[in-house]
C-alpha cells in the first residue's frame, strides 16, 4: 500500500473547520484513500472513504486532488469531541482480507 | 451499523500466565478478523490476520507460538498471549469487515489493555 504523510499535531477552535491534509504523492490508480480516527484509548472509527470523487457523509467531508496526490479531511464544525489522533490510510482493495496499515497521524486538538 | 466487540476490556495478569481476549462481530459474519496492538503513543500495528476455519496468518516479526489466534466461528476470534511478560503489556484491538465486502470499511474493538506484572 502507498505510503502517507501527515502533519504530526494540529490545533482547531470549537466550532470552525477542521482541515486535515495528507499527502499520498505514491498512490496508484486502484487504491482508495481511507480516514480514521482514534480517540484516546479507544479503537479506531471509520470516519470516510474516497477513491477520486469529493465524498461527504454525516461526519466529515473528504476532498481528493484531481492528481490524487494528495487529500484533506474537513469536519465542518468542530467539537471537543473531535479531539483524535486522525489517521490517513491509502488502501489497495483485494478482498475483505485486505489490510489496513495504519501511519502515524495527526493529533487533532480542538480548543474552546 | 456493524459493531465489534471486545472482551475484557482491560486484564492485569501475572508474568508467566495466559490470557485470552475475544472478538466478536455483534450483527454481522467475518471470514476475516485483523489483530492489532498498541504501545502508548504509538501507532496500530498490524499483528495478524484471522481466518475463519483455518491457520492465521502472522506479521513478520510477530511469534506465531506466543499469541495464539483461533477463529472458530464466523463471529468469533480469540487472541491469547502466553506466557506474557511485562513487554507484552499493550493495548490490542482486533477488527473486522463484513464478508464479500473488500470495498467496505473495517469496524474495530474498543480494544483490551493488557497488563503484566
Known amino acids: 500500500d502507498a505510503k502517507t504523510t501527515q502533519p504530526t499535531s494540529m490545533d482547531c477552535a470549537e466550532g470552525r473547520a477542521a482541515n486535515l491534509p495528507c499527502n499520498h504523492s505514491?498512490?496508484?490508480?486502484?487504491?482508495?484513500v481511507y480516514w480514521y480516527r482514534q480517540i484516546h484509548s479507544q479503537g479506531p472509527q471509520y470516519i470516510i472513504h474516497?477513491?477520486?470523487n469529493n465524498e461527504t457523509n454525516e461526519m466529515a467531508s473528504l476532498i481528493i486532488t484531481e492528481d490524487r496526490k494528495s487529500s484533506t479531511l474537513i469536519l465542518p464544525h468542530a467539537t471537543l469531541r473531535d479531539t483524535a489522533v486522525y489517521y490517513c490510510i491509502v488502501r489497495l482493495l483485494t478482498g475483505t482480507a485486505s489490510k489496513l496499515t495504519f501511519g502515524t497521524g495527526t493529533r487533532l486538538q480542538v480548543t474552546l | 451499523g456493524a459493531v465489534v466487540s471486545q472482551h475484557p476490556s482491560r486484564v492485569i495478569c501475572k508474568s508467566g500466565t495466559s490470557v485470552k481476549i475475544e472478538c466478536r462481530s455483534l450483527d454481522f459474519q467475518a471470514t476475516t478478523m485483523f489483530w492489532y496492538r498498541q504501545f502508548p503513543k504509538k501507532s496500530l500495528m498490524l499483528m495478524a490476520t484471522s481466518n475463519e476455519g483455518s491457520k492465521a496468518t502472522y506479521e513478520q516479526g510477530v511469534e506465531k507460538d506466543k499469541f495464539l489466534i483461533n477463529h472458530a466461528s464466523l463471529t468469533l476470534s480469540t487472541l491469547t498471549v502466553t506466557s506474557a511478560h511485562p513487554e507484552d503489556s499493550s493495548f490490542y484491538i482486533c477488527?473486522?469487515?463484513?464478508?464479500?465486502?473488500?470495498?467496505?470499511?473495517?469496524?474495530f474493538g474498543n480494544g483490551t489493555r493488557l497488563t503484566v506484572t
Open positions: 477488527s473486522a469487515r463484513v464478508s464479500g465486502t473488500g470495498l467496505s470499511p473495517l469496524h
Open positions: 474516497g477513491l477520486k
Open positions: 505514491t498512490i496508484s490508480g486502484n487504491e482508495y
